[in-house]
């Protein structure tokens, strides 16, 4: 859904803007090719996107590409990496104070196939770096407008740094590389926003972490859900938790985790990552506390019609992280699953409180469990949550995302 500014600011819908003259020549980029996420379906739909306009796309550029299938629109697509993508998978979370060299070099490359085929527009897809990836030089000796759509401004750098100094050793090897690098990273990130023509912001939440670290205004443009796939189908619902969640130290797993203990209700936690196994070693010693046994459930990842079997049977859906937007809350309202959510983030942008799901104010098991037991489970809760899903819809996003770019490449900014 849009939310936001034709251009300066994020609260009104930008105007209808002209469709291009002609079909572009669009390059696309993101950090990385590893895993589908969030991140992944924002990119996948803007793709298809531009095939249904008939649009080209030239290629991908991104730091790493694990080489397995992401999507059949994004598999599509050749790809340009980095040097980076050398490294072995396990070291890639330490390189942090080598993306700005990684960057320069997608620029080069980008710039080398641009001058043998020119593009008309760059998209990035941004959560971490890739926004600093440099437009080449148009015609008109101004450089090919540069449209952003920003998940966050790296979180590593700027609001959550002390959940990635978490976690035991690594935590804090992560939190001294952070200390020792991240003024001059934080410098560089701020520095490269001038590389973007334009920013679109996932969410309110994202926008105003923009305007912050980057002293740029956005447009609101929420990310698409599979409303049509994700839908209730009448099951009766369990009672039991549910969340849905990358198992990394920021996603407040620990704390969904307590909460549970404390309203002595089954939890379901779908996902994988690299906090997993001090997560499950977690779930037991919690358990143990409240005299519980097999309260606490990890299925790793599973696959869309599991997860949906998932959506449609659970009492509520836990969402306890602060984040930028969050789109399983939204397929979870989507199959009728209202959600206990932390009143910050993207969660003020897509629940409703006491109507969809309930808020907690507070960091805190007790808070969290608090606003279990206030979750609506009245008979018109399930539409309610399906009515509020649909305003995520992929048609809205793609509307939206179909303006922006039109005004992009007609005004350049």
Same mark, same amino acid.
């Given at each position: ?12 819908? %930008?105007?209808?803007?002209? $469709? ?30 531009? !095939? ?13 590409? $694990?080489?397995?299938?992401? !999507? ?15 490294? *072995? ?10 993306? *700005? ?25 941004? @959560? ?10 148009? *015609? ?22 002390? $959940?990635?100094?978490?976690?035991? *050793? ?11 690098? /991240? ?65 990394? %130290? ?15 209700? %089954? ?25 519980? @046994?097999?309260?606490?459930?990890? !299925? ?8 949906? #079997? ?17 789109? !399983?809350?939204?397929?979870?309202? $989507?199959? /009728? ?6 009143? #910050? ?38 539409? #309610? ?29």
């Amino acid at each position: 859904m849009i939310d936001a500014a034709s251009q300066p600011g994020p609260s009104t819908p %930008p105007t209808a803007g002209p $469709a291009p003259a002609a079909p572009l020549r669009v390059a696309l980029a993101h950090d990385w090719l590893v895993a589908l996420r969030g991140g992944e379906l924002v990119l996948d739909a803007i793709a298809r996107l531009l !095939t249904r306009d008939h649009h080209t796309i030239s290629r991908i550029y991104t730091m790493f590409d $694990a080489a397995a299938p992401i !999507t059949p629109a994004i598999d599509s697509i050749a790809r340009t990496t980095s040097p980076l993508n050398r490294t *072995p998978p396990a070291l890639r979370r330490w390189l942090l104070m080598r993306y *700005p060299a990684a960057m320069a070099h997608l620029g080069r490359e980008l710039a080398r196939d641009h001058a043998r085929e020119p593009v008309d527009l760059l998209i990035s897809t941004h @959560s971490a770096a890739i926004k600093a990836l440099k437009p080449p030089m148009g *015609p008109d000796s101004r450089p090919v407008p540069h449209l952003c759509y920003c998940h966050s401004p790296a979180r590593y750098l700027w609001s959550q740094t002390d $959940a990635y100094a978490a976690g035991g *050793p690594k935590g804090r090897l992560r939190s001294l590389g952070l200390r020792a690098w /991240g003024p001059s990273l934080r410098r560089w990130d701020r520095a490269t926003a001038d590389h973007v023509t334009r920013f679109i912001a996932n969410s309110t939440h994202t926008a105003d972490q923009i305007r912050r670290h980057y002293d740029r205004d956005s447009t609101v443009v929420h990310p698409p859900v599979r409303t049509d796939f994700y839908t209730p189908d009448g099951t009766t619902r369990d009672g039991t938790l549910l969340l849905v969640s990358a198992l990394e %130290p920021y996603k407040c797993v620990e704390l969904a985790i307590e909460a549970a203990c404390i309203a002595r209700r %089954p939890l379901t936690i779908v996902g994988s990552g690299s906090h997993e196994r001090g997560l499950r070693a977690h779930a037991r010693l919690a358990q143990s506390r409240h005299g519980l @046994s097999g309260h606490i459930t990890f !299925t790793g990842r599973i696959d869309d019609n599991r997860l949906l #079997a998932h959506y449609r049977a659970a009492g509520a859906f836990l969402f306890p992280q602060i984040e930028d937007f969050g789109i !399983t809350a939204v397929e979870a309202q $989507a199959a /009728g699953c209202p959600v206990v959510a932390r009143r #910050a983030g993207g969660a003020l942008d897509t629940v409703v409180d006491a109507e969809t799901g309930a808020f907690f104010d507070e960091p805190d098991p007790e808070a969290c469990a608090e606003a279990i037991g206030r979750c609506p489970t009245a008979p018109g809760t399930e539409k #309610a949550c399906r009515s509020n899903a649909l305003r995520f819809a992929e048609d809205v996003f793609s509307e939206s995302m179909r303006r922006v770019i039109a005004q992009t490449v007609e005004t350049g900014g």
